[in-house]
């Protein structure tokens, strides 16, 4: 894994260092939301970022203040609109101090047809899980699934569904079809399962896949994966295969995850290892950061390890996957204090660029001016901008 080639470097500095933010993206953009920095004031970013795949540009999202959300750490996400972000959705976080300040809101970010980003929260009911974070989030049929966390002393691995609900005696057009509530429901109480969090969960098939995550004191093995039926609202073990020459990856929690087409893709993380305390003199356990890549097949059930690697060790960053199939890793922590982030973009190619994404760069490459003629030119916009030069 490479840092991002911009020969600007400069654009990449406008970010202060930050941990436990999420990322989207669509066509054009990638898209920073929220994240925890003690050396800024706040610490946690009540802001939104985007930088521009094709110009690797950032710019600051303008957003209205109002409903934004508190909990922007730790927060679990899922997002909508391959073409351009239409609605993220984000389940609890944490405000600071961690743990005493954790949410069970359900927010989200909608864009408006003028293309403005606004922040809006969901009125729920039902069995509303407890106030965590650390939880996963996925989407499937209709419903999302929201799993596991932590209330800052305790971990739990429920699991709950939630759905909107309509009041059909109101819709009249297909511009009335808004929720009137949404509904919290208990599908599994987590009973005879060992909670965690910092976990991620990716859907395949009909399955809920957990991957990773732990507690300070342990972290879960990816030997054997659990996997949520939802059908049958049950947890069940499904062993994997390790790479032939590389083995298994370490158990970790803290990691990047994310799913192109029916592989999954990890990076870093943060694990353990048995030291000697020469104070006390015996074995203690110590955080052990990663920057190993990782792929599984979800069809086939077999890791292999991919031959690129972070930049350095890193946890707690964010992670997403382009819809050409571009990964992008931001900020994180780099010390096994957790007191050391970084404001580092990173991306690697899962397969060669499409011959339309290296024309354009080329267009901007070897026109420099283009960008002071066009400054907002995105990906879904650059053809016309170029045909406006010739015509």
């Not at 293309?115 to 509303?128: P, Q």
């Not at 059930?301 to 931001?330: D, Q, R, S």
Request: proline share 5%; net charge neutral; aromatic share 12%.
């Amino acid at each position: 894994m490479v840092s991002n080639d911009s020969s600007n470097n400069e654009l990449f500095l406008v970010l202060t260092e930050r941990s436990g933010m999420r990322m989207a993206c669509d066509q054009n953009y990638i898209y920073v939301i929220g994240g925890f920095s003690p050396d800024r004031q706040p610490p946690l970013a009540e802001e939104i970022w985007c930088f521009n795949v094709l110009t690797d540009v950032w710019k600051l999202v303008p957003i209205p203040k109002k409903n934004f959300p508190e909990g922007l750490a730790s927060f679990a996400c899922c997002y909508f609109g391959e073409r351009n972000l239409t609605e993220f959705y984000m389940f609890g976080g944490t405000a600071i101090p961690f743990g005493t300040r954790a949410t069970n809101d359900v927010n989200v970010l909608k864009r408006s047809r003028n293309g403005v980003f606004k922040w809006e929260r969901l009125r729920t009911e039902g069995d509303v899980p407890l106030k965590q974070y650390g939880s996963s989030v996925v989407h499937h049929k209709g419903k999302f699934y929201v799993i596991g966390g932590t209330t800052g002393w305790e971990y739990n691995l429920e699991v709950h569904s939630l759905e909107p609900a309509f009041d059909n005696a109101e819709i009249k057009s297909i511009d009335q079809l808004k929720p009137v509530c949404w509904n919290w429901k208990l599908l599994h109480d987590g009973s005879q399962m060992i909670g965690r969090y910092r976990h991620e969960a990716l859907v395949t098939g009909d399955e809920i896949v957990l991957i990773g995550g732990g507690t300070p004191e342990w972290t879960s093995t990816l030997m054997q994966l659990l996997v949520f039926t939802i059908a049958e609202n049950k947890f069940r073990i499904q062993m994997t295969s390790p790479d032939p020459i590389h083995g298994y990856p370490e158990s970790r929690l803290y990691h990047g995850c994310v799913k192109v087409d029916d592989c999954a893709y990890i990076v870093g993380g943060c694990t353990e290892k048995i030291v000697m305390h020469n104070f006390v003199n015996q074995l203690v356990r110590r955080p052990k950061l990663l920057q190993d890549c990782w792929m599984l097949d979800l069809k086939k059930w077999c890791w292999k390890l991919l031959p690129c690697k972070l930049n350095g060790e890193l946890c707690f960053h964010a992670m997403t996957a382009t819809p050409e199939g571009c990964i992008y890793v931001f900020g994180g922590t780099v010390d096994n204090m957790f007191e050391r982030r970084s404001n580092e973009l990173q991306r690697i190619w899962l397969k060669p660029p499409s011959l339309f994404h290296i024309a354009a760069r080329a267009v901007l490459k070897h026109y420099p001016r283009f960008l002071e003629l066009f400054e907002n030119v995105t990906m879904n916009n650059v053809v016309d901008c170029v045909h406006s030069l010739i015509v």
